[in-house]
């Protein structure tokens, strides 16, 4: 039985070898099937009569590379699993692209179709499977063991990657070095310690980031692992274009060269720098020289900053303003121009008054707010509007409560005392006339209010509660 190995979830093997799933015959190149994928658009479209189909087929290995092979009239589709032969030996691959947009990947990588082209032998069996997978499996441990040796060598180069045959008899190791390196003893000792035959392969810095991917700061895959083929020359002057500031830091990609993305935009910058005024001339103004600072090239807006304030913000002048000032200038002509120019963006903003206006018809933002009146109420109630309360320590007793650690034989039975009661700063008028009762009370002048009132005395003895009948103490529930 076949074993084939579809790259998307959605596709599955149907009848006949045929992918399932998603219907296109395993051509989708989309949904990161495999890295450096190519959207075949021509799946399905006949050939014309008496056209035969391209006889080549593009083959994937590990971490994208790819390579051509002449197909023995074997029906092969994308995802197919095939054994090539390499002569010594053999590999086993997977089926990227078919038919004839293999001519034109042929002429894009300038590959000649000729006898030199290897061959697929067929497609890969289970046996052929499970040798390729136990031969990846010893990739991770094999470059490990070669780091040790080159450490111990001290030779200045780093493997960043290890990718075995297909039959596991060779392994061609990937590394990346500043200058040449010797490591004649190095492929000797790797070839007695892992018994295979040992290929070197020097690579850039920007091909080592390709192979073994990552996220970039842009928060995507990298574009050399995705779909970035051919790497362009990047210099600092793609960044001064863009209006970049020149920090090393985030000017450079995985690789430490600069990132690749500074040439997408660079035509566009380069277009629009061209219907900017020049940033080495300066503006003579009436409060004195100013000379550029930065360019806003999508909103035309340029900034500068007066020679005599070198701590001043810089302001804002429109781009037809510039010219217009420059053109005075070499004509010697006076500029009429107000205060508002030199003012910054910040202090734009702030003559700007923005006014307030309840538009939802929204009260105060206290009005959720509870009082401190209503919290007062809640202290003075009695014990018979609450519900049975927990002992909080030592309080001190409030009026009209009972006091639970206070014997009841001390408090005063029976009829309310008609003796003198505490009054505030009520007036005589409103005190009532049992007052009269008591034998020392004096007869005050409701004239004179500075004498003072006899029947406001210090009292002694126990207070007496407010109630005629005192309630007894009321028992803490049980927990």
């Known amino acids: ?269 380069v277009e629009a720098v061209k219907d900017l005024p020049p940033t080495h001339v300066k503006l003579r103004l009436p409060k004195g020289t100013a000379y550029h600072f930065k360019t806003d090239i999508f909103k035309k807006i340029v900034y500068y900053i007066l020679e005599n304030e070198p701590g001043s913000a810089p302001f804002a002048l429109t781009t037809d303003m510039v010219f217009d000032i420059i053109e005075k200038n070499k004509k010697g002509q006076a500029l009429d121009i107000g205060e508002e120019i030199y003012l910054s963006d910040k202090e734009k903003e702030k003559e700007v008054e923005v006014g307030f206006a309840q538009v939802v018809g929204q009260d105060s933002l206290t009005r959720f707010d509870k009082s401190k009146k209503a919290k007062s109420n809640n202290k003075n109630r009695g014990p018979q509007n609450r519900g049975p309360q927990s002992p909080k320590g030592d309080r001190k007793p409030q009026e009209g409560k009972p006091q639970e650690n206070k014997p009841q034989g001390n408090k005063p039975q029976g009829n309310k005392p008609q003796g003198p009661k505490p009054q505030g700063n009520k007036s005589q008028e409103n005190k009532p006339q049992n007052v009269q009762a008591n034998p020392n009370a004096g007869n005050p002048n409701p004239n004179n209010p500075n004498q003072a009132n006899p029947n406001k005395k210090k009292f002694n003895g126990p207070r007496p509660n407010k109630g005629q009948n005192p309630k007894p103490p009321q028992s803490n529930p049980a927990p």
Request: glycine share 10%; hydrophobic share 35%.
């Open 1 to 269: 039985m076949v074993k084939r190995d579809m790259g998307c979830s959605s596709c599955s093997s149907g009848s006949n070898g045929v992918p399932a799933g998603c219907k296109s015959n395993g051509s989708c190149g989309t949904c990161g099937c495999d890295k450096m994928s190519v959207f075949d658009w021509l799946t399905g479209i006949p050939l014309p009569a008496g056209q035969k189909a391209f006889d080549m087929v593009e083959v994937r290995f590990k971490n994208g590379r790819k390579s051509y092979y002449r197909n023995s009239q074997l029906d092969l589709y994308v995802g197919d699993v095939v054994v090539i032969d390499l002569n010594p030996g053999h590999d086993v691959g997977i089926v990227s692209l078919t038919g004839e947009l293999v001519k034109i990947q042929l002429k894009r990588k300038d590959v000649k179709d000729n006898y030199e082209i290897k061959k697929i032998i067929r497609k890969a069996n289970e046996e052929d499977i499970s040798k390729w997978q136990a031969a990846r499996a010893q990739e991770n441990t094999t470059m490990m063991g070669a780091r040790e040796i080159a450490k111990q060598l001290n030779l200045q180069m780093k493997i960043s990657d290890v990718e075995f045959q297909g039959d596991g008899t060779k392994a061609v190791f990937y590394y990346t070095a500043e200058d040449r390196v010797d490591f004649r003893e190095l492929i000797r000792k790797l070839a007695e310690r892992f018994k295979v035959k040992i290929e070197m392969k020097q690579i850039g810095y920007r091909a080592e980031a390709g192979r073994l991917g990552g996220i970039g700061s842009c928060g995507r895959e990298l574009c050399c692992s995705t779909w970035l083929t051919d790497f362009r020359a990047v210099s600092t002057s793609a960044a001064r274009y863009q209006q970049l500031s020149l920090n090393p830091g985030k000017l450079a990609g995985q690789c430490g060269k600069l990132k690749c993305c500074l040439n997408y935009e660079l035509d566009q910058y």
